[in-house]
């Protein structure tokens, strides 16, 4: 069962939040649809006009840059320049950016807090928004009457932790040192042995490919191993949660210091990553299969697998995105060899290689 060279990533739209791209709507399209190391993410076939009035529209909703470099913008510190990059001020302005990119047939990127993340050496085309805050969550933060906790998707998990450790909570604590902010995490389904998003999550706010803020409950049929199925190809702006009243916030807090202090000890922070990689497969875990194979501190370019857990691939010298895939490519290929088993990639890469 030999892997193709092209066929590491599949194009699913709806799969790639935090780095939506709505292939409908803004007349992208793929080339064979494939994403692999010797081929370009993402193609677009149909030009587009950025005018001075699109501009200074966005520029109505938030932060604009021009040619923003994108290695700026995720752990992995790899990535080309975003043609415009968009950091909305909130949910209203994010669905206004949709609406204008769609009604002007703008290419349309969404991403995150840049975790989990491989944006390729050539850039995006068209329009990037950010859905992160740089700063303090602010209002984007709040407790319900009801006793649930409201919180922006662009707010990172490390400040939703102290906030709800602030006011007497638990149940999030398995958030601790997970990168990136609450949008990524609650679509992804991001979580550890300790618990997952779709656990504490009861209902998203997000915005549809009209630009349209709608709202949604969430059940636990909905859950699935690093995704949450929500269907509709959503930008995710915020979300309640559901979270206990602690009888002991030095407990709590001690049990993240504990996390902290484990993922410090076996994760290699010391480098640019995007955190675990692979998924594992049923009855397996990953990083032992990397290890069986002997890829132990293997490199390719400036990409290495970590010595210190071999699930990530660390930015260890000046690595570009191209370096990376092929690296995550010759992984898959030695596994495949060694055991017959296909590792599923659990990052996503969007932009031009």
Known sequence: MPIKRNSIFNYNPATL??????ADACRVSLDDEKVGPSTTAMTTTTEYHMSDALLHHFSALGAVKVGEPMRTHTTFRTGGPADVLLCPRDAAATAEAVRIAVDNSIPLTVIGGGSNLLVGDR???GLTIRCAYDGPAGEGLRLETDGAVYADAFVKKSEFIQFCIDRGLEGMEFMAGIPGCLGGGIVMNAGTTLGNFSDIVRR??????????REMPVTKDMAGYRRLEIGGNPIITGAYFALKESADTGAVRGRIRGILQE???KHPLDYPSAGSVFKNPDGHSSWKLINDAGLRGCRIGGAMVSELHTNFIINFDNATSKDILDCIEHVRERVLARFGLVLEPEIRVIGEI
Not at 17 to 22: A, G, H, M, S
Not at 204 to 213: C, H, P
């Open 17 to 22: 939040f935090p780095l939506t791209i709505y």
């Open 263 to 265: 993922r410090s000890a």
């Open 204 to 213: 998203v706010v997000y915005v549809d490919t009209a630009g349209t803020i």
């Open 123 to 125: 850039g995006i085309r």
